[in-house]
């Protein structure tokens, strides 16, 4: 089946719907986070979830329905993970595998000469576009406040020159491929050099009363004491606000200013159907 979908050039039943769908649930789901202090309603995430369902029903194929969940299956079971650790929103897990449901694979206007899940070229562009972003904000922060990087880091900078002279005179160099790699790379340079103060740019100390579950603990700010005493993780849970509020911890710090992810996969998605086949390498 896997074979059939990704070489077979299966078109997909509904294929205009399912796009203007995942768009439409995606916008309104990046309006909420950027409008609402980043508070989606839940119901506008069941919604899009239900819808995306809903869809697979109406324009029925048993392989790409069948492919679309699990997908949706992987790509929620790993977005769990990375939210459970304060890594990444509910609302963009659910936002990711409504796209895998309506979209399983890169639809035909994305003119691909084989296929594989739309959603992982939605995550690369999401991804990159996310890593300028987060340079671009917290490189003015830095030159403000005038901070040095820790130098040990900047070695790194040794091993990527190596690659991009290494790639650069290779037969199978891309230059879609390096920029990619290359934005990934010094975004994660970048922020190991300045961990510390963009953390702390994002974190505020609040009162235990302003608590809120699923509030993102700044850990590394608190007393160490008090987080291992309490088993305390970065993502609050409603089991631990209650605790907290209970012996009236002190120093607790919070990311209140966390950089939304949902207008990153949003953008991702449109240029993930019009250019994916840009993420694939020519030979």
Do not use: C
């Not at 993780?233 to 911890?249: F, P, S």
């Amino acid at each position: 089946m896997i074979e059939k979908l990704i070489f077979g050039n299966v078109p997909i039943p509904g294929e205009a719907v399912r796009i203007a769908l995942a768009l439409v649930g995606t916008a309104v789901a990046t309006y909420f986070d950027l409008f609402n202090n980043k508070s989606i309603p839940n119901n506008v995430l069941y919604a899009f979830l239900i819808v995306a369902f809903a869809t697979n029903i109406f324009f029925f194929n048993q392989e790409l329905f069948l492919f679309g969940i699990g997908i949706a299956v992987l790509i929620s079971a790993i977005g769990f993970v990375f939210y459970h650790v304060g890594q990444l929103g509910a609302a963009d897990v659910f936002v990711l595998a409504s796209i895998a449901l309506l979209l399983p694979l890169h639809p035909q206007l994305s003119a691909m000469p084989f296929n594989f899940p739309l959603v992982l070229s939605v995550l690369v562009f999401a991804g990159v576009l996310f890593s300028l972003y987060t340079m671009a904000r917290f490189g003015a922060y830095v030159i403000k406040k005038q901070i040095k990087p820790k130098p040990h880091f900047l070695l790194l900078l040794v091993p990527y020159a190596l690659f991009s002279y290494m790639f650069a005179s290779s037969a199978i160099f891309s230059p879609v491929y390096f920029a990619i790699v290359s934005v990934m790379f010094i975004s994660a340079i970048f922020f190991l050099s300045y961990k510390e103060h963009i953390h702390k740019s994002m974190a505020e100390k609040i009162h235990y009363d302003d608590l809120e579950q699923e509030d993102v603990l700044a850990l590394e700010f608190m007393h160490k004491e008090d987080v291992e005493k309490h088993k305390l993780g970065r993502l609050l849970t409603r089991y631990q606000v209650e605790k907290i509020r209970k012996h009236k911890l002190e120093n607790i710090w919070v990311f209140t200013k966390l950089p939304p992810f949902l207008p990153f996969i949003f953008v991702g998605l449109v240029i993930a159907i019009l250019f994916a086949r840009l993420l694939l390498p020519t030979f």
